[in-house]
Every structure is written in C-alpha cells, then in structure tokens.
C-alpha cells in the first residue's frame, strides 16, 4: 500500500473535522476524495502531507509511519487550488525549486526542467513570470514544479476549482495522462462528482468529517451503501418500502395485521431518476408498478427531460422520505428524467397524470428505515418527536418521524390475541420512570430497535456501542454505523470482559474484539475506536456513562420475545432515570 | 499634450494636472528655491568655511549616522513586529496594532522629553543601564534611540499590508519541495517583503534625518558630540546668521536628496530585474 491512513482524527476545538478515517491507497492508484465543503476532505489531504497535525491516527507512505514526520520530509508533491506559484521567481525557477533547496547541481535542474516542462506541454515558458501565464498553464506549473523532486505520492487540492469549465476539462486529461504515464499513486479533493467520475479509479465519499463510502465509481452509484451517497454521487428518490417474503412493495401493511401475515420490514430503497419508468396507465408499464402521479413538472435539459411528479394517492404509496418539502400532505414529489425516445412515446404536460413504475430497485443496507415515535397520547407523540435526537437524526437521514398512539403501553400482557403491528423503523419512547416498561412492551410487540430517550436533552456529543453477546454484536454494529454517518462526533465500541475470564477465555474474548472493529469496517464501512475493559457490564456502563457530558449509548441485546425484562434489568436504571444519556437498544435474535 | 491624454473615467487631465503642477510649486518647490537662493548667496569661500566647519561636520555625521542606525534598526525589528501582528492572533493584538502609530501622533517634543526622562541618568531605565556603564541620554546612543521611536511606524506600516500578500499556501507549497524553515524565509518571504522593508527603511531614514523635536531633549547638545544638524540650523538662526542657516539647510537637502535618489534607484533597479527576467 503506498499511502494508509489509519483512524485518522483532527479536531477542530473539540469538534471532529476528520472523524476516524481509515483508507488505503494501492501503488498507482488515482483515489478521489469527494464530498461537499466543510466535510473535511481538505483537511484529511493536508494531514497527508503533514501540514496540519493530526490528533489521533496514523498516516503511512509506502510502509513508513510518517505520522510525526513533517511536510518537509515527506516527499510528497502537492498542487494547491490557486497554484501557489512563487510570483517572483521565473517558471523555471519554480520547477527547480524542490531541486534547489536540496543543493542539486545546476546541470540536473536543468535536465529536470526540461523533462517536467516537456510532460505538461509547456516548454519554452522557462523565463517566463507565473504572472504572463493563463490559469490553466499556470496550474500545469503547478504540477510541474510538485513533480520535480520524485515524490512517490501526489495530492491535489481543488485543483480546477479556479479554472473556467473547458479549461478544467482539458487539465483533467492531462493530470490523467501524466499520472498515468508517472504511475504514481494520487488523491484529488474535489466537490464536483462530475470530475470524480471521470478521473477516479476509486471514488471516497466524505461528510462530516466521516469517510462514508469507498468503491469503484460505478458500484458507488449503483450500489450506495448510504442514504448521502445516493443522493450525493448523481440524484436519487428516496422510498421506504416494505419487505416481506412475497417481495417489496411501496404500500404500508395493514395494522392490526391479519394473524396469518407474514412478517414485514420496513427498507430504504433507492429509485433513480432514469430507472423509473413513465404509462399513461398501469397496465401499460413494463417495470413493477409502484404508484399514481401527476406531473408537476417538465424541463427541457437538452439530451434528457426532467419532470418532477407527485405521488397522490398515498392509500398506496405513503412513504417518501427526500426531504421534508418533498414529503407533504399532497403525496411525495419524485425526479423522473427520460431519454428523448421516452418522451416521443408518451409527450406529457403538467398536470397529467401517469402511472409509474420502477426499472430497478436498490435496497439500502440500512437496518434503520425511519422513526416512529410511540406514546399513550398524541400530545406525547409530538413532544418526544420534537427532541433534538430524532429532530438531528431524521432530518440528516431524509427520513420520516412517524406518531404511533397507543394506550396501554408501558402495562404488562394481558394475554389478550389481537397483535398489534411493530412500529416500523426505530421506535422512540421517552425515558424517566416506566422508562424500562416502555422499552420491554415495545420489544415484546415485535420491535427490533427502541431508543429510549428524554426529549428536553440536546443531542449527544459522544457515542458508546456495546454488544452484550457475540449474537448481538453484528446487528448492533449495522445500526450503529448506520446512525454515526450521520452524527459529526466521536464513537468509541466499548468491550467488557468478565475478570474471573481464565487467560484463554480473554484472548477469544480479544480477539472478538478485533473481529468487531474489521466487521464494522469491512461490512459498514466504517471505522471505530475500540475499547476494553474488565468488570461487570453494568458498574462499567454506568461509569462510562457518568461524565458530565451526553452520550448515546447503543447496546446490543440478545433478546428472546419471553425473557425481556430480565435481559434489560443491568440497564434498566438507566431507562428509567429522568434526564438521562440516552439508549438505543438494538434487539439481536436469539 | 494631448499625446499623452489616457482615457479615464475620472475626466480633466488638463485641469488635475494644472492643479499638480500648482500644488507643487507653491508647496515644495517654491520654498526650496528660496532656500536654494537664500543658501548660494554667500561668496564660495564663506560657503566652503561654512559648510567645512569642524562643528558642522560633527553635526552632519551624527545626523546622517543616526538616522542610517536608527533605520536599520527599525528595518529589522519593525519587521518582527509586523510579523507578529499579521501571523497570530494573541489577546490585546488590536491594542498593541494601535500602539504602533502613537509616535506618530505624539507631538515630537513630548516623546523627546518622555524617553530622557526615562533614560536619564536617575530616571530608572538610565539607572539601571548605568550600573552595566551604559549611558544613553546626552549621548549619540539616545539620539539613535529618539529616531528608532520616530521611525518605527513606518517600518510597520509599510511591511504589514505586504506581508499580508504573502499567502499560507506558498509557505506549505515550499515545506512540500523540502524547504527548510530558514529557506523558506530566505526564499519566499523575504523576496517578497523586500520591497515593502525597503520603502519602510528609506522613510524611517528620511524621517530621522529631519528630525528635531525628539531628540534635542535627549541629545544634551554638546557641540561636537551630540549637535544633530537641525539644532545647529536653529542655532545659527537664533545667532541672526541667517545665510549660514540657509547653506546648512542647502547641504542637507543635496545630501537627503541623493541617498534618497540612490535608493529609489536601488529599489528600480531591484523591480526591473524581476520584470526583466520574465522576458
């Protein structure tokens, strides 16, 4: 690997701007690094070449730990967004200065010189001040003068960010062809998805300071992981959906379910624009049906046309989840674009309404769909919703905030038939005394996460992620990674051995431990710190917990539907007590 | 003239450049021709013992000698201060940054007669300085102190704004080809700032050739040791030798204009070398 970073973390007065970053770049390879601004993706790229410090990590080139090595010898090259040329020195002095300040000999500058000038097709531009250059050529220099020393490794901040839109097309080429030509392994920053595609052998995804997603341009785009990057890398509708044996369909279940039901999930499904597909009636689609609409909507975008339409009938279709405008009363709005011949087949004016179908489907490997809120009244209802926890989560996850009344929650089974359907998604109740009731009635209902909450605390500036069984330690990290892209603060899984563990009994326990940390990143894609400690879970939970600031704590449960006040009682205290951290219990089958 | 006329937005070239050329004459030129004609009156002879006088060659070397210290001086350290002010942020920066022109606004004479109040022998700076055997006041080292406090300013002023220019990103693009801290500022910062140091330099010396309110408090005015030229004018004024007063202003104004003029050619010269090496 030519350059790795390992957990790389920078803070910025306490607030993480690189949040455990791990990533590993092969010789040769062109990785982008895209995300919007203030993700953190500049800062990453200067932690790179040393520029700025980092606070945790460890950042290797070519197998050399160069975590407390400074810029200057780190032999990288680096291309900044304005060039960064020394104004008063001629083009030629600029290339030669690496060369310079290592006291070559003027016979191999110049060799160098002529070499770097001839790759970016500049040459004769020797005495030349970066004044009497274009932008672009000046950027060229730019690249020229960062190559001169040899570096094994190059990175580019933003480098067309400065440069009109055929110049910069024309300057992607040429950084294509020569770090092709140089094999040399390279990281680009950009904001523009446009240029990752087209320059990337592997596309990372960056927000809020977390490394989100990394992969092949193409799988990235038909096979994002997360609710951001499907709507980040080209546009995206985002629908819940639910999921049973018999397939996916778009129509909430039927509450209470009829006793024979099979059970159902609720998904996050991607729908993109191109794949959906546009009849006049239902049985004229070809693709699976998914809803009535009408146009709102239709742009003329010269190879495409764009129409917006909105889903009405929301008896078969309620769920859409791009945005809170997008999800109204009047039914969900969705981006459709068709191909020309599609638009000569059936030409539509807004107004019109059509049916709709779904090429293809993409199901998010999220296990947390949405948030449904669950309290005696409806007033409850509304002021848990309103707590800044699910306000912070629901908003950056593009998704929906269901209210689910029910009276007798928090009472013990009256053994009484009639089941009532799981809430879908996270289920939210509020913490305080009957707290641990709550929790137990609603996973005696069926639901798989419960976050138990006290809506008048700000959201949590720390994460803890338990799993109290091997069982329990898969499902807690797929509904942990899940939340934390989409929460800027730091997390930490947190391991709690028993001390009466006999020697070999810990180095399983160890290496369960190391197991967690590769399954989070292998499977989730996400890397977090681990942490291990010796004791009773309980005493250790609570100790972790005592600080004066908030933390979320997710713990993993293995949970049969019989034994679940038991299983809650080392927690349960803490479910119960008034203003407190608040808790996602993550249900893991037993 | 109207070979030279640019279009403008700002209209009337006749008129700016005739309110120019007035403005000049009656401010500057004028007086200077006066003292040019009052100054050459005198027969050669007379003008030679004038000028030649032991007393005024004293004079002249302690003023041009103090003001070219105090100058270099400033050049160096109003280049630190300026460094300091533009790279950290550090509490009570604005206050300090409003400090550096008090000496400008100060009345030359009560910054005279503050420092040799504090550098007298009793005043306790000069106290403690004199038990190292230091004597500043009534000394050529106070009067290069007086100028070093007259002329910082505009070593400050004049490096500030340029430093400024001199983005992060050119530092961290050296530190990336391998510069060491040193190289860094020997090759980007300084070829950068050297012209701003200069302008700084050569104001700070014009200033402190001319200057008289500060230092003939701290100067003592021995005749021979600590006369600046200025006081030796005033002096001859008082003494109704009013054509010796014009040629030593005479000599003055030659000796300031050509160190200024060799100066500037210096800074030309220093400015065409860059824009000749582009061709």
Redesign the interface.
Known sequence: MSIELDQVTKRYQGVPVVNDVSISVAEGEFLVLLGPSGSGKSTLL?AI???TEINRGRVSLHGRDVTHV?????????V?Q?Y?L???M?IGENIE??LR??HAKAAERRARRQELLRLVALEGMD???P??LSGGQQQRIAVA??L??RPKVLLMDEPFGALDAKIREELRRTIRQIQRELGISTILVTHDQEEAFALADRIGVMHQGRLLECGKPDDLYTRPATRFVSTFLGAANLLLGYRSKDGIRFAPPANPAPADAPPVYEIVTVLRPEEVEMASERKELKATFVGHARVEEVLFGGAVERLRVRMQDRGTVASAVKGAAAASEDGTLIEVTRTLPEKRQLPVTPGQRVALGARRIHVLPTPVSSFSVVAATEEDCARIAAAPLLQALSTRMVTRVNHRVEPTIGEPPTGKAARALAPPGVAAVESGPGGAARVEWLLRHGASQVLCLDPERPVPTRVVIHAASDAALRPTMAVASSLLRNLPVEAAFLDIQSPALPAEGRATQLRHLLDARSEAAAVHGLDVRTELRFGDSATELSRELAAEDIALLIVGLPLAPTDAWQKLLPIAKLLDARGGDPVLIVRAAT | MSRFRQPSILPGFGLTLGFTTFFLSAIVLIPLAALIIKGSSPSLAELKEILLDPRAIASYRLSFGAALLAAVVNAIFGFIVAWTLVRYEFPGRRLVDALIDLPFALPTAVSGIALTAVFAPNGWLGLKLASFGVQVAYTWIGVVVALILIGLPFVVRSVQPALVEVQRDLEDAAETLGASPWQIFRRIILPAVLPAVLTGFTLAFARGIGEYGSVVFISGNLPMKTEITPLLIVIKLEQFEYQAAAALGLAMLVMSFIMLFAINLVQAWGRRRHVAAGR
């Open positions: 200067r070449a040393g520029l400074n810029a200057r010898e780190r032999e990288v090259g680096f900044f304005h960064a020394f104004r008063h001629t200065f690496a300040v290592r005495d030349r001040l004044a009497q003068r960062a001169a020393h």
